[in-house]
T-cell receptor, first 115, second 112 residues
Framework: NAGVTQTPKFQVLKTGQSMTLQCAQDMNHNSMYWYRQDPGMGLRLIYYSASEGTTDKGEVPNGYNVSRLNKREFSLRLESAAPSQTSVYFC??????????????FGPGTRLTVL | DQQVKQNSPSLSVQEGRISILNCDYTNSMFDYFLWYKKYPAEGPTFLISISSIKDKNEDGRFTVFLNKSAKHLSLHIVPSQPGDSAVYFCAASISGTYKYIFGTGTRLKVLA
């Protein structure tokens, strides 16, 4: 059981380049999330998808777009990368839309450097 | 504005002793709280949670305490083990939303 997978694991971009981070889960979860982790800032929510077909902004959405391709996959796109987007990106998924006993399961992360 | 705060960036504890990690929040609407553990180069993993209708939840060596009037929660690890050395994040959520707000993390080092 793979859980939440992310590709790529590492990426180096030049300022202005674009790229898409891929995330897939095989747990039949409804909700999916993208976070970034920066030193001293903890995990900050970029975008989330409560269910297939819906997406919403989190705390720090500027400079990013997302696509909930199907129930399994949720991608994060940087259209024009900036050095401020250098970070570790985590994808997560969760069973139901609301909280309660359900918890988020995280992928291993993508380490992105923008030069 | 940081709604969930972990004011201690790091903590060192001797093996076998108690580790106490603290978390404060400002939004009184939060009604569900979680703790995650993160090892280097891995994603966070869920540890324990608590609903605002409780003031304590226990799972093995891990206990979370919630003080709603103080807007404070703490994670107790007893006894601490070297394998507990990791970064611990607390997170908070509001009923009916899908968003989790995370704190900045506390790095725990358990010394053998």
């Amino acid at each position: 059981n793979a859980g939440v997978t992310q590709t790529p694991k590492f990426q180096v971009l030049k300022t202005g380049q674009s790229m898409t981070l891929q995330c897939a889960q095989d747990m039949n979860h409804n909700s999916m999330y993208w976070y970034r982790q920066d030193p001293g800032m903890g995990l900050r929510l970029i975008y989330y998808s409560a269910s297939e077909g819906t997406t919403d902004k989190g705390e720090v959405p500027n400079g990013y777009n997302v696509s909930r391709l199907n129930k399994r996959e949720f991608s994060l796109r940087l259209e024009s990368a900036a050095p401020s987007q250098t970070s570790v990106y985590f994808c997560a998924s969760k069973t139901s839309g609301g909280h309660g006993a359900d918890t988020q399961y995280f992928g291993p992360g993508t380490r992105l450097t923008v030069l | 504005d940081q709604q969930v705060k972990q004011n201690s960036p790091s903590l060192s504890v001797q093996e076998g002793r108690i580790s106490i990690l603290n978390c404060d929040y400002t939004n009184s609407m939060f009604d569900y709280f979680l703790w995650y553990k993160k090892y280097p180069a891995e994603g966070p993993t869920f540890l324990i949670s608590i609903s605002s209708i409780k003031d304590k939840n226990e799972d093995g060596r891990f206990t979370v305490f919630l003080n709603k009037s103080a807007k404070h929660l703490s994670l107790h690890i007893v006894p601490s083990q070297p394998g507990d050395s990791a970064v611990y994040f607390c997170a908070a959520s509001i009923s009916g939303t899908y968003k989790y707000i995370f704190g900045t993390g506390t790095r725990l080092k358990v010394l053998a």
